[in-house]
């Protein structure tokens, strides 16, 4: 789900994480059961009466709103919407985001932000080479979208997205970076103690800020981005007859403490950014599996200790769920081995009791029956992933996704 639905089309070395997922869903020691939506379909209560041990990794669904007014505005779309749809979500296929207007302002400095800006700007030839949908491929190809701003809350010393994120889009075809070096005076001085990898990003974006461009080509760029720093979004302004996106009305803020703790506090001055388009990118939340799961709303996740789900004997958690929705692929991966280690210390130490056997997924199977759901299995999918190599190989691109969850059922003759 996460190759599929998180990576952008354009990183296809991400991708290859799937490779060891592939492989361990393979083994005959792991089972995989599809389309089968725990909470609904089957409860956690009977998933574990089935299993000595059951964990739960299901991410974040949802988005983090902005709470502002005109945010539903037409024009207006949350990151996880947009991303969804260029990169073939079912939920999101008809989405259909305006993309007639010149400019563009993506709320947050993250990663998912640039990856946002970069898929807004980058030129068709290099979209065409990937596993972009082919609906999405076709509404940026009429794109008029030329210029994207990114606007964060907080300074270039708070921002959170990565160099390789940020080289990439300096070195975007067709496309040149607006810094302001005024936002930059004095940083060498207060990063020269930061640690490395904030160190070297924030000399990137210095050394960009000050940069002429080299050559003419770059000057005459027909594409542009920058960050803006230190606003935040107040209102988005609909257009006179009230119904879609002319701009977005942000506060500018003084940062108060230092470093990543630093807050944001608004001046009381104002400036209102002209944009056809506001794409929020302010982060991703967890919800509540179902009432009998304890779970922390104020913080979007559910209470642990080490992935041991608070209260809850037998029953853990890992990923953003466990402990929010920050940090990349590997993070998450060590994040479950530390979960995974936990499981195996309540089992040397006889918290699990497993002295009396468990029904396992025949249990869960017959409750399963008599809903009325059928799973698919791995090899369904691998059926599925057939089709899509195929497609795309018929198009010169690595896949072309199904979007449409009952086509993938027909494939696989469900």
């Not at 599929?4 to 994480?17: Q, S």
């Not at 929010?324 to 081995?337: A, E, H, L, Q, R």
């Not at 009791?353 to 009325?372: C, K, N, W, Y």
Request: glycine share 10%.
């Amino acid at each position: 789900g996460l190759v599929r639905f998180g990576v952008a089309p354009d990183h296809p070395e991400v991708k290859n994480v799937i490779n060891t997922f592939t492989q361990t869903a393979r083994s005959e020691r792991c089972a995989y059961y599809g389309n089968v939506t725990v909470g609904r379909d089957v409860t956690v209560a009977e998933l574990q009466q089935a299993y000595h041990a059951v964990v739960l990794s299901y991410g974040a669904e949802d988005n983090q709103v902005l709470g502002i007014p005109g945010e539903n505005l037409s024009g207006v779309y949350p990151a996880r919407a947009f991303v969804g749809w260029y990169n073939g979500l079912p939920e999101n296929r008809n989405l259909q985001p305006d993309l007639s207007c010149e400019t563009a302002v993506v709320l947050g400095h993250g990663n998912v932000a640039l990856d946002i800006a970069r898929i807004l700007l980058s030129p068709l030839h290099l979209l065409r080479k990937t596993d972009i949908t082919d609906c999405s491929l076709a509404a940026l190809a009429c794109s008029k979208v030329k210029r994207v701003w990114l606007v964060g809350r907080r300074g270039p010393l708070q921002v959170a997205f990565t160099i390789k994120e940020l080289r990439e889009m300096i070195n975007l075809p067709g496309t040149r970076p607006v810094l302001n070096p005024s936002d930059f005076t004095g940083l060498e001085n207060a990063v020269k103690d930061a640690p490395r990898p904030r160190k070297r990003l924030t000399e990137l974006m210095i050394k960009t800020a000050l940069e002429r461009p080299v050559e003419a080509t770059q000057s005459a760029a027909p594409r542009e981005w920058g960050l803006k720093f230190q606003r935040s979004p107040q209102e988005v302004v609909a257009t006179a007859d009230g119904t879609r996106a002319r701009g977005i009305r942000v506060a500018l803020t003084r940062l108060e403490g230092s470093g990543d703790s630093a807050k944001a506090v608004p001046t009381g001055d104002m400036e209102e950014l002209e944009c056809g388009l506001v794409l929020s990118s302010i982060g991703y939340r967890s919800l509540p599996l179902e009432p009998a799961v304890p779970f922390d709303s104020q913080r979007g996740v559910i209470p642990n200790s080490a992935g041991r789900v608070d209260g809850v004997p037998g029953l853990y958690c890992s990923g953003w769920v466990k402990r929010g929705p920050t940090g990349v692929i590997i993070t998450t991966m060590n994040d479950s081995f530390d979960t995974a280690q936990s499981v195996l210390e309540d089992l040397q130490a006889g918290a699990l009791d497993v002295a009396t056997s468990r029904g396992g997924f025949g249990a869960v199977e017959s409750i399963l029956r008599s809903r009325g759901v059928r799973p698919v299995s791995f090899s369904d999918w691998e059926k599925i992933d057939a089709v899509e190599v195929a497609r795309g190989k018929a198009a010169g691109k690595p896949r072309e996704k199904i979007v449409d969850p009952e086509e993938m059922l027909r494939v696989i003759g469900h």
